[in-house]
């Protein structure tokens, strides 16, 4: 019967082989550190308007008129 433990070599292996892909990209490396910085730039400037955006409405609840209702612009 096999046993479902696996060896400590194997996590040992995976992270050798992520290290040499890593050594290997350099370029699609840095590539993909950019892309989850600038996904992570967006999700926090998203999160930051919508509470400031809550925070408005809470200031003066029967003032606040949502920026897609306010008339303004051109």
Aim: hydrophobic letters at 40%; zero cysteines; a positive charge.
């Amino acid at each position: 019967m096999q046993s479902s433990h696996t060896p400590s070599s194997a996590a040992t292996s995976t992270a050798t082989s992520v290290l040499r892909a890593i050594s290997r990209h350099p370029r699609l490396t840095a590539a993909g550190f950019v892309l989850v910085g600038a996904g992570l730039g967006f999700r926090r400037a998203a999160r930051r308007y919508h509470e400031n955006e809550l925070a408005r409405q809470r200031a003066a609840p029967g003032f606040y008129v949502t920026v897609d209702r306010s008339g303004g612009g051109i």
